[in-house]
């Protein structure tokens, strides 16, 4: 059945591919993006679709539309980016989940939060399991993003109990893929747009922290399964890839997959930098029967075809 389906922060890097996706299926898909860190040019391919409307819209604003099915992305997801203006990250976290529950709540639409892997911060158990509550420092420089993070997930779960919201909450961890932001900071981008303009690879710290990468594809997958799935299941779920690499590792892996001449340099640590992550997605598995697919190997072959033609362009 065709939905009418609301993706906020749809001119991002998830976002787009959501909206792909959706259109796809045969849904109306409505973007409402303000363009803080998302671009036009990702969803420029979308645009002759009749089932496909854009509209700047900052998710902090009420929003009166009437839809069926919400996925609120909107928001800074890089730390570069989310601490730029990190009050108006808090204020996109929290008030945009009022604004986007309140919606939900006026039309009865099921609605799905991009929540983070950060709700667990620099976690003292390995792997994460969503009943881990986390060891997130209230006052750092990523306290913006953390923060109002976990309080749009409870804003979710209030939400549900008190009002009977259809509520989703999804624990993304790292993503990486085509349509990232080529300036973002993020380690994948970092080191691909590094590698393919023959500069330094910049490592913060040793390197021998850990991350779990999961490609782009496998993500928005897991998204719509968890969306579609019972009112019973509210999450919170984690969706993500479980295969670890150090940042030493994925230094190389890029190295190796662009044939660059660059050598790897070392920078400091940031502060509150989690040393470890990695999901477990036993939960993903049983519930919607869900798995990542591609391996960082492929993974990274897209990516980097992707930021050769964006840096040719
Ligand atoms: P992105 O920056 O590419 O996309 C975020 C989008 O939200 C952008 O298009 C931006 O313009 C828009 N936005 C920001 N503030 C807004 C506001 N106030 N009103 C309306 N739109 C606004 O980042 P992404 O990687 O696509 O992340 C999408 C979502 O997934 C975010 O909520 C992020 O926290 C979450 N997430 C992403 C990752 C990842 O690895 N990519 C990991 C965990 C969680
Ligand atoms: N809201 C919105 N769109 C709607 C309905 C509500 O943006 O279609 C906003 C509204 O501005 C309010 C927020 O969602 O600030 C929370 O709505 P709710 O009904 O839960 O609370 P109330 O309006 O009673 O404060
Ligand atoms: N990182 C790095 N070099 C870079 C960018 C990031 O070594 O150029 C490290 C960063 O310190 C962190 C990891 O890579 O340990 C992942 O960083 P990212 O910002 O991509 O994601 P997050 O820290 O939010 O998981």
């Known amino acids: 059945m065709t939905k009418k389906i609301l993706v906020t922060g749809g001119a991002g890097f998830l976002g787009s591919h959501l909206c792909e996706r959706l259109l796809d299926a045969g849904h109306e898909v409505l973007c409402a993006d303000n363009y803080y860190t998302g671009n036009k040019s990702n969803i420029l391919h979308l645009m002759e679709n009749p089932r496909f409307e854009l509209m700047r819209h900052d998710v902090t ?16 997801a890089s730390p570069i980016h989310y601490q730029h203006d990190p009050v108006q990250t808090t204020k996109t976290s929290v008030h945009g989940a009022i604004n986007m529950l309140g919606l939900a709540k006026r039309v009865g639409a099921k609605i799905l939060q991009a929540s983070t892997s950060e709700v667990y911060g620099d976690p003292s158990i390995h792997p994460q399991v969503e009943s881990y509550w986390g060891n997130v420092n209230p006052i750092g420089i990523r306290s913006c993003y953390d923060e109002g993070k976990r309080c749009a997930e409870t804003l979710f779960f209030d939400y549900h109990r008190q009002h009977q919201l259809r509520i989703k909450v999804m624990r993304i961890f790292n993503t990486y893929g085509p349509r990232m932001h080529p300036d973002d900071g993020r380690v994948v981008s970092n080191f691909i747009v590094q ?3 023959g500069e330094p690879i910049t490592i913060y710290g040793d390197g021998s922290q850990t991350r779990s990468f ?12 968890l969306m579609a799935t019972g009112d019973e299941v509210t999450g919170p779920i984690n969706i993500g890839n479980p295969n670890e690499f150090t940042i030493m590792e994925l230094a190389k892996a890029v190295i190796a997959e662009t044939g660059t001449e660059s050598k790897i340099i070392q920078l400091d640590l940031p ?25 960082l190997e492929a993974g990274l072959q897209h990516t980097v075809a992707y930021f050769r033609s964006l840096l040719n362009a």
């Open 214 to 225: 999961c490609y782009v594809d496998d993500l928005v997958e897991g998204m719509i399964r």
């Open 195 to 197: 590698a393919l303009k």
């Open 61 to 76: 604003f009420p929003l009166y539309v009437e839809v069926d099915e919400i996925y609120n992305l909107a928001c800074p």
């Open 271 to 295: 502060s509150d930098d989690p040393k470890q992550r990695k999901p477990d997605i036993s939960l993903a598995e049983s519930v919607l029967g869900w798995a990542p697919t591609v391996e």
